[in-house]
């Protein structure tokens, strides 16, 4: 059971989508990732062997456009084969890349801002979910890359956060509006991401230190473990678009999404108030079990996926674009390129 959280290899990232024409360099578009009723997202067919670093950098900012206007879109074809490719691309298309922090599960670093998939069971889905939505900076632009389709599942379904806040019932999404979400972590040695892996140090002053700067309440515990809370918004503007986003982790990261045995299990492991990670409402309440089952009815309902081939790109704008990824067999490597860190532009009223 609480092998659903260990630290065995077992990656994790996204899916498929992309954009629009020019001549010979790809093919006209296909699908639509803000509709649900496409059969997946928007697919770009770079045309010819293109080296991935040259195509992505000549077509830059028509790629970044449709990712902004879009949310999500996929270039097939590009023949991604190695790290350093994808190394290449995100240079070609961020400003400038994203280390991650406070992260959840165990990645491998490849090389700045390239990282393996999370460590996640491989018959277990990611559910939807904003990358570091709970960070004071998160990564802007995402970009996934399939080095090794699986042999069966394994997408990396998206789904137009704006799209879903629409969908909420209204009294739930009035009030995370108004009161932001808390999220509570504990930082376990046998599960999850470590205090190296979250925070790049295990040296007291310097967590506490990230904790000062980055709003968040810490305290260590008797056996040397932290545990930590943090008061975030749960919508946010886009600051291109202006559309309000449905961004946060409330329901990937509440007690209610754990499997009802992994959940016994970490309760009687650790105490109600030592799972690795649980969320709440802003003013500390609990989130029940329906209201996370309203809020993943919301992301189903937008969801669209497509399935992975070798050598794949995806590129999300991560403030308009939830990201999962689906239960899978056989090896999978699809790696996660994070850039252009921000600071989200806050809609409602929660404290920060």
Known sequence: ?????????????????????????????????????????????????????????????????????????TVHGLGLRTPADVEAVLHGLADRPATEREAF???????????SSSVWPPNQPMCMHHELSYATRCPGLLLF?????????????????????????????????????????????????????????????AVEAYCRAGAIDWSWQPDGSLRTRQHRPAVVRHSASGLRCWFNQIAFLNEWTMAPEVRE?????????????????????????????????????????RPWSAGDLMVVDNIRTAHSREAYEGPREVLVAMGDPVRPHFAGRAAT
Not at 105 to 115: F, I, Q, S, T
Not at 156 to 171: G, I, K, Q, Y
Request: charged share 25%; aromatic share 8%; net charge negative.
């Open 1 to 73: 059971m609480s092998a659903l959280f260990r630290k065995h290899a077992a990656p994790a990232a996204p899916d498929a989508p992309a954009a629009w024409a020019a001549p010979d360099a790809w093919a006209a578009p296909t699908g639509n990732p803000a509709s649900p009723d496409t059969d997946g997202p928007l697919v770009i067919e770079a045309r010819g062997a293109p080296d991935p670093a040259t195509w992505v950098a000549e077509h830059r900012d028509t790629l970044l456009d449709f990712a902004t206007e879009h949310g999500a879109l």
């Open 265 to 305: 299990f970490l309760v009687e492991e650790y105490g109600a108030d030592g799972l690795p990670f649980n969320t709440r409402y802003g003013n500390g309440d609990p989130v029940p079990r329906d209201a996370v089952e309203q809020i993943n009815k919301a992301y189903e309902a937008h969801t669209v996926r």
């Open 105 to 115: 599960a165990a990645r491998d670093v490849h090389a700045e801002g390239v990282y």
């Open 145 to 205: 890359a399939c080095l090794r389709p699986p042999t069966a599942g394994g997408a990396t379904a998206v789904a137009d956060s704006a799209a879903v806040l629409r969908s909420l019932p209204a009294e739930l999404a009035e009030r995370f509006e108004r009161e932001g979400w808390l999220l509570t972590r504990s930082y376990h040695d046998e599960i999850g991401a470590t205090l190296i892996q979250s925070f790049g140090t295990e040296d007291r002053g």
